[in-house]
């Protein structure tokens, strides 16, 4: 199979004073699967230029105009203020069938995202197709170093591609020629989603791109492209896994500085939850899955699924707070708004933004919150109704399960062993020593009775097993939340209360 090449990267901070003009990288791809990379730029006012390098590039690296440090990832260039410098490097490839992503092929002078860029992609091998991201600088939008960083490339002899026309912008897709779906397959199954997330964050028109090369296991966002997931996905999840991605791109860079200590909670609990309702308000989710879907995720105790039931409280906190004019969607683009007002790097972290802007939004400090939920294990509350009394999130209490003997010793040896005194088994008369002739149990089913079939020991082998049935309940209550639609709504309900969850 030939694979393709994928170039993609993060962002970094604007740092330092600004330099001149921009950064002009020129591309040459040989058909062994090496990129030759010529860099072109003018260095930092102050005389130094930081240059994060790509794995492997320092053994062919080349820098006219300035001297640099002997090793790192990061170099140093030293020389005249201003001076016009040339980087030149090789980063080897594993021929037609290898693959490289990102920052294993750009140079990046650091601290230099938002200055302009160019990319020159040089004449490809013969036979060979080059497909990208980059082109859509030739569809008059203006490139960034960043967006180079994060840019997707395809490149090779088998390139398959395809163009769908949405009212967002042209759709393009691009496979590689065993791609079982094709490219027309991956336009049409992902044009809604782009839709959906473009509409939700009140982004602008313009192109896209769509790719499947390098196959993340859950995608990867690339501002106005997307790496996709190994084919075998159906539509609806490569729809989501593209929104899931961009709404945590979007909140990683354009709403905040990564906090000094990781937030998981927050991107992926956060992002969990818009993405979710942009697809319900598009029609892509319908409210049924919205409920199967909050019901696993409200069953989780991993980070992202405690920072997502922690939006879905915030968005009700900031609702019911403002009267129902403002939710979560607003304080989302207040964040971004906000951050937008910085140099870029100079802004707020998000964890930070997020707590401004709930309170500027709805007078609400949700920093107890954070520490008591987000960072800490105690169980999220929720209100026992959401969106207008349509969704339920009721807590049962129940008696915990407690069978009252170890059951695995006793059921081994045939012999009840280790009986808990006044406990549900003991209340019921069974005692250690009681030979075990058979049972009937259920492990942690508090609905089942625990059916014992036991013999004293002085009882005659002729004699009758006594019967022995009780509840295995135990002191400790249990309690549990289950999120479901209020009963016997109707259809018409229903639809509105998908409007609820989709924020409208």
């Given at each position: 199979m030939i694979r393709t090449f994928a170039i993609a990267a993060a962002a970094l901070p604007l740092l330092g004073a600004a330099p001149a003009a921009f950064v002009d990288y020129r591309v040459t791809l040989a058909p062994t699967g090496a990129l030759a990379v010529d860099m072109r730029l003018s260095g930092e006012p102050d005389g130094e230029t930081r240059l994060r390098l790509p794995p492997g590039a320092a053994a062919t690296l080349k820098v006219s105009g300035a001297s640099l440090d002997a090793a790192g990832d990061v170099r140093t260039l030293r020389h005249k203020p201003g001076a016009s410098l040339r980087v030149r490097y090789t980063v080897a490839g594993g021929g037609p069938e290898a693959a490289a992503l990102g920052e294993a092929v750009f140079a990046e002078p650091v601290g230099w995202d938002a200055l302009s860029a160019k990319v020159r992609l040089g004449k490809p091998p013969k036979g060979w197709r080059v497909v990208s991201d980059l082109d859509h600088a030739a569809m008059g939008r203006p490139l960034t170093v960043g967006d180079v960083r994060r840019s997707v490339l395809v490149a090779g002899p088998a390139i398959r591609t395809a163009e769908q026309s949405t009212p967002g912008g042209v759709i393009r897709a691009a496979t590689l020629a065993d791609d079982r779906d094709g490219p027309e397959k991956l336009a049409a199954a992902v044009a809604p989603a782009v839709a959906a997330v473009r509409s939700?964050?009140?982004?602008?028109?313009?192109?896209?791109?769509?790719?499947?090369?390098?196959?993340?296991e859950r995608g990867l966002d690339r501002d106005d492209g997307f790496v996709a997931p190994p084919s075998g996905l159906s539509d609806a999840e490569l729809r989501r896994a593209l929104v899931e991605a961009h709404v945590d791109g979007v909140l990683e860079r354009q709403a905040g500085r990564p906090p000094a200590t990781p937030a998981p909670w927050l991107t992926g609990g956060l992002g969990r939850f818009i993405a979710d309702r942009a697809l319900v308000r598009a029609g892509i989710m319908s409210a049924d899955d919205w409920v199967g879907r909050w019901i696993d995720t409200d069953a989780s105790s991993?980070?992202?699924?405690?920072?997502?039931?922690?939006a879905l409280k915030w968005d009700d906190d900031?609702?019911?707070k403002t009267g129902g004019k403002a939710g979560?969607?607003?304080?989302?683009q207040r964040m971004r708004d906000h951050y937008r007002r910085f140099a870029p790097g100079q802004g707020p972290d998000t964890v930070t933004g997020l707590v401004s802007a709930v309170w500027v939004t709805a007078g609400l400090d949700i920093r107890p919150d954070i520490a008591r939920y987000a960072e800490g294990t105690q169980p999220i509350p929720l209100p026992d109704e959401l969106f207008g009394g349509c969704i339920l999130a009721r807590v049962t209490v129940s008696p915990?399960?407690?069978?009252?003997?170890?059951?695995?010793?006793?059921f081994a040896a045939r012999t009840v062993v280790g009986v808990t005194?006044?406990?549900?088994?003991?209340n019921s008369g069974v005692r250690d020593g009681m030979r075990l002739e058979s049972w009937t149990?259920?492990?942690?089913?508090?609905?089942?009775?625990?059916?014992?079939?036991?013999?004293?020991?002085?009882?005659?082998?002729?004699?009758?097993?006594r019967r022995i049935a009780y509840w295995p309940y135990g002191d400790n209550?249990?309690?549990?939340?289950?999120?479901q639609f209020l009963p016997d709504l109707t259809r018409e309900q229903v639809a509105q209360c998908a409007r609820r969850i989709g924020g409208l």
């Open positions: 939700y964050l009140g982004e602008p028109a313009g192109p896209f791109f769509v790719t499947r090369a390098a196959a993340p991993d980070a992202a699924a405690r920072g997502a039931i922690l900031v609702r019911r979560l969607d607003d304080v989302v915990g399960f407690d069978a009252g003997f170890d059951t695995a010793r006793s005194r006044r406990g549900p088994a003991w149990f259920n492990a942690g089913d508090r609905s089942r009775q625990v059916e014992l079939f036991v013999r004293l020991p002085k009882m005659s082998s002729k004699a009758k097993p209550d249990v309690s549990a939340r289950k999120i």
